[in-house]
C-alpha cells in the first residue's frame, strides 16, 4: 500500500515493530525516506541499526555536532542517503523546507504521531503544524524512468513529468479514536487507510495497589529483591528518581535516569540496563522510547501516570520477548491532589491568556517580554504563549518571536484543559476499576469487546505479588448487601446509578467503588465496559451485572467479598515466602522510618526559614505558627527541596501553602544555598 503510494496512519503497541513498517516501503520505494522524530534516543537507536545493516542513514538533531549535521544535509541532496531522521524543530529553521525539497523524499514517516494531536497525551506545538511546514515536500512533479517509481508506461524509457504525491505514514503506539481523526487531519491525510493493531497483551499483568507514599519505596525495594528483573520503575519527578535510586542501588545495582542528567551519563545508563549490566533503572518518562530490550519482566509506577495513553504506552515496555511480566501500579488520591495541581498552574484561566493575546502584536515579543511585562517566570511565559500557538491565537517565527494570531483560540483552549481533566478521571476510574484491567485499557483505544487477560489482579487475585486481602467489617458487609439488592431489583446499572440509589452522600465514591469492585472479583457481578460517542469524543464507562451466580446466591453473596488490605505488602498472600518479605519489610520501613526522624535538618537553612517565618509573621500580624509549623520547618531543612514540586511532596506542605509561599520558600533555600 505505501509502496504503491497512499498514505496510512499504523497505531500499533509499543515493540510491535512499527519501524519495520515505513523501513520496508520505503526501500521497496527506492529509498530516500524522511523520518520525523521528536525523540533523540529513538532516532540514534535506528540509525544505528540501519547503518549496521548496510544502509546510508544520517540524523539532524540538537544533540549532534554541527559538522556532521551539514554533512548530512550534503549528502541528502547529493542523493547519498537512504534515511533521513529529524526533528520536528527543524522545520521551523529558515529554508529547511525548501532545502529538503531539493531532494524530494520517496516517502514521509512522521514517528510519535500523537504528539500532532492537542486531544493526545504527548501534545508538542511543533508537530500541530507539520501538515503546514511539510506542504512544499508534497503535490509537487519531478520526472522519472522506467527503473523508478516515477516512470510512466509506455514513454520509451524517456524521462518524463509525472505527478509526486510521496506518501505519509503517520505512526504511534498511543491514539484514540479521537487522536487518529486528528492526525489525519492535521497531516491533510483524511482519507488515509487507518491500520489498528491489537492493543492486548496476555502476558502482562497488571497489577493496581492503592497505597500511601511513605510505604512505596519499600515495597519496590522487597519486590525487586524478591528478583522481578530486569525492571524499570518509573517515578514522578527527578527528586524522587535519585533518591529511590540510592536506595536501592545499597541492595542491587541500579541507575536513575532523568532529563536533569547530562547525555553521556543518561546513555551509559540505557547502555548498561540494555546490556544487562544492570538490572534495575529508576527514572522519570524521559526514559524508555525507543529502548529495544525484550526481557524487561517488571515495569512500576510509584505515582499514578496522569493519562491512561502514557500509562500504556510506558508498561508496553515490558515482556516483549512475549514471557510473563507485570505492570505494577501504585497510587493515592494524594496523587490525583498533585496532578490537579499541576494542571492548574500548566494551564491558567483563559482570561489570563486573553490579556497576553491582546498583548501581542504584528511587532513580535519574545517569551522574555512578555514575561516581564506580566511578572512571569520565563518557563510560565513560555508556557502560555505555546497554549496561544496551538490554538491560533499566537503565530512564531524561526527565531522564537511570537506575534498575535487570529481572534477565535479561546473555545479550543477550554476544550483541551477539559480534556486534560477528563484524562485524569479516566486514569482514577482504571485505578479503582473492578474489571479486566487489559480489557479496561483496550476498550480505552476503543476496542471494546476483548476477552478478559485472565492475568491481572482482577481476574487472578491469588497471583498479585504486592496485594493482600481482608474480610469485610458489618459496616461494609451491609453496604455489600444493599448493593446486591438493587442489582436484583434491576441489573445492569451503573456505578453511579447504585451509589446514588443505594448509599447517596453518606459514602464517599471512593468507598463505594472498592466494595462493588470487589463483588466484581468474588465473581457475583460483572462489571462490563461500555461507550458512547458524544462530540465526536468516545465516552467511556461501566454497567453492572449481575452473574448467574451471583442472582441465585442473591444478597448472601456479600459473604464472599474479600478487600484490599489496609497496607498491602510484596508477597502472594499465604505463601511462607511472602510472610518472610512481609516480616523483612516491616523491619526495614520502621528502620528507615526511625532514621529519617533522627535525621537533622540543615541548621543554616532552618535558621533562614525561621527569620523569614518571623519577619513575615510580624508583617501579617498573626502568630509565626499560623504561617507555618516547626515540624514543618525542620521537614524542609531536611529535604531541601529545588522546585515547586518537590517542596508540594515535604510532609505539612499543601497545594494552599504551596500557593502562598511556595516561592519564598525557595528563594530562602536558593539564598542559602
Not at 169 to 179: D, F
Not at 246 to 265: E, F, I, Q, S, V
Not at 620 to 628: E, K, R, V
Request: proline content about 6%.
Amino acid at each position: 500500500m505505501l509502496a504503491a503510494g497512499e498514505s496510512a496512519l499504523l497505531v500499533m503497541p509499543t515493540g510491535a515493530g512499527k519501524s519495520l513498517c515505513y523501513q520496508l516501503p520505503a526501500i521497496a520505494r527506492g529509498g530516500n525516506a524522511l523520518v520525523i522524530s521528536p525523540l533523540i534516543s529513538l532516532m540514534e537507536d535506528q540509525c544505528a541499526k540501519l547503518l549496521a545493516q548496510g544502509f546510508k542513514a544520517a540524523r539532524i538533531h540538537s544533540g549532534r555536532p554541527r559538522a556532521e549535521s551539514r554533512q548530512a544535509c550534503f549528502d541528502w541532496e547529493a542523493g547519498k542517503l537512504d534515511f533521513l531522521f529529524i526533528a520536528p524543530e527543524r522545520l521551523r529553521v529558515p529554508g529547511f523546507v525548501d532545502w529538503l525539497a531539493r531532494r524530494k523524499p520517496g516517502l514521509i514517516a512522521v514517528d510519535e504521531a500523537h504528539c500532532i494531536s492537542h486531544w493526545g497525551h504527548d501534545f508538542r506545538p511543533d508537530y500541530r503544524l507539520l501538515g503546514e511546514r511539510l506542504g512544499a515536500l508534497r503535490g509537487k512533479t519531478g520526472t522519472g524512468t522506467d527503473d523508478s517509481p516515477l516512470f510512466k508506461p509506455g514513454s520509451d524509457r524517456e524521462l518524463v513529468p509525472v505527478p509526486v504525491f510521496p506518501p505519509v505514514i503517520a505512526l504511534t503506539a498511543t491514539a484514540t479514536p479521537q487522536v487518529q481523526r486528528d492526525i489525519c487531519e492535521q497531516l491533510g491525510m483524511p482519507d488515509a487507510k487507518r491500520l489498528i493493531h491489537g492493543f492486548a497483551r496476555s502476558n502482562l499483568a497488571v497489577e493496581v495497589i492503592e497505597l500511601k507514599p511513605s510505604l512505596r519505596a519499600q515495597t519496590v525495594q522487597t519486590l525487586l529483591q524478591g528478583g522481578a528483573t530486569p525492571a524499570i520503575v518509573y517515578v514522578p519527578s527527578r527528586k524522587e528518581c535519585e533518591a529511590l535510586a540510592g536506595r536501592l542501588g545499597k541492595h542491587m545495582p541500579c541507575l536513575p535516569y532523568h532529563a536533569g542528567l547530562d547525555a553521556a551519563t543518561r546513555d551509559n545508563a540505557q547502555a548498561a540496563f540494555q546490556a544487562g549490566e544492570v538490572p534495575v533503572i529508576v527514572a522519570t518518562i524521559a526514559f524508555g522510547m525507543g529502548i529495544d530490550k525484550a526481557d524487561v519482566r517488571t515495569v512500576v509506577h510509584t505515582a499514578m501516570p496522569a493519562t491512561l495513553e502514557g500509562y500504556y504506552q510506558e508498561i508496553g515496555r515490558a515482556g516483549r520477548d512475549g514471557k510473563p511480566s507485570r505492570a505494577l501500579l501504585l497510587y493515592s488520591w494524594a496523587d490525583r491532589r498533585i496532578h490537579e495541581f499541576f494542571l492548574d498552574q500548566d494551564c491558567p484561566p483563559a482570561l489570563e491568556l486573553e490579556r497576553i493575546f491582546r498583548a501581542l502584536s504584528n511587532r513580535g515579543a519574545s517569551p522574555d517580554d512578555i514575561a516581564v511585562e506580566f511578572e512571569l517566570k520565563p518557563l510560565d511565559a513560555q508556557k502560555r504563549l505555546e497554549h496561544l500557538l496551538a490554538h491560533g491565537g499566537a503565530n512564531v517565527d524561526a527565531d522564537g518571536w511570537f506575534t498575535r494570531g487570529k481572534d477565535g483560540w479561546q473555545a479550543g483552549y477550554e476544550a483541551r484543559v477539559r480534556f486534560r481533566r477528563e484524562q485524569l478521571d479516566a486514569a482514577f476510574a482504571f485505578a479503582q476499576g473492578a474489571g479486566c484491567r487489559m480489557q479496561a485499557l483496550v476498550a480505552h483505544f476503543g476496542e471494546p469487546g476483548a476477552r478478559a487477560c485472565g492475568v491481572c489482579d482482577n481476574c487472578a487475585p491469588e497471583s498479585c505479588v504486592v496485594k493482600s486481602f481482608r474480610k469485610a467489617d458489618a459496616r461494609e458487609l451491609a453496604v455489600l448487601q444493599a448493593i446486591m439488592g438493587a442489582l436484583l431489583g434491576k441489573d445492569g446499572q451503573t456505578p453511579k446509578q447504585i451509589h446514588e440509589r443505594v448509599v447517596g452522600d453518606k459514602l464517599e465514591i471512593r468507598e463505594f467503588r472498592e466494595l462493588l469492585n470487589a463483588l466484581s472479583q468474588a465473581g457475583a457481578v460483572k462489571l462490563v465496559p461500555d461507550a458512547f460517542e458524544k462530540d465526536g469524543k468516545l465516552i467511556n464507562f461501566e454497567r453492572a451485572w449481575l452473574t448467574r451466580e451471583g442472582r441465585e446466591a442473591g444478597e448472601s453473596a456479600a459473604t464472599w467479598v474479600s478487600l484490599q488490605g489496609s497496607q498491602p505488602e510484596p508477597g502472594a498472600p499465604g505463601t511462607a515466602a511472602a510472610k518472610a518479605r512481609r516480616s523483612a519489610g516491616k523491619k526495614a520501613a520502621k528502620a528507615v522510618a526511625q532514621a529519617e526522624a533522627m535525621a537533622e535538618p540543615d541548621p543554616a537553612v532552618l535558621k533562614a526559614l525561621k527569620d523569614w517565618r518571623l519577619k513575615l509573621a510580624k508583617e501579617q500580624g498573626t502568630p509565626a505558627f499560623h504561617i507555618l509549623g516547626n515540624k514543618t520547618l525542620n521537614a524542609i531543612a531536611r529535604a531541601k527541596p529545588g522546585n515547586e514540586k518537590d517542596l508540594l511532596a515535604v510532609h505539612g506542605i499543601g497545594p494552599q501553602k504551596l500557593e502562598a509561599y511556595g516561592r519564598a520558600i525557595l528563594e530562602v533555600l536558593r539564598g542559602v544555598s
